[in-house]
C-alpha cells in the first residue's frame, strides 16, 4: 500500500476542480461526505489523481 501511495501523484483541491471543472467549494464537499478520499497536509487536502479518476469513472453515465 505505501508502496502504491508513493507512486501515486497528489492533486490539490484547486487542480481538482479544475480537472473536474466544478469549484473548489464542491471538491471540498465531496470530501468532507466522504465521497472523494483525500489526505490532510498541514491545513490542506490533497486528492491522488488515481482517486480522481474512479470517482469520475464511478459517476460516468452516456447520455442519449
Known sequence: MAQELSKSRFLTVQEVADLMRVSSMTV???????????VRVGRSFR???????????DRYTQAG
Request: without cysteine; negative net charge; proline residues 5%.
Open 28 to 38: 471540498y464537499r465531496l470530501i468532507k461526505a466522504g465521497d472523494l478520499p483525500a
Open 47 to 57: 486528492v491522488a489523481d488515481r482517486d480522481v479518476d474512479q470517482y469520475l469513472a
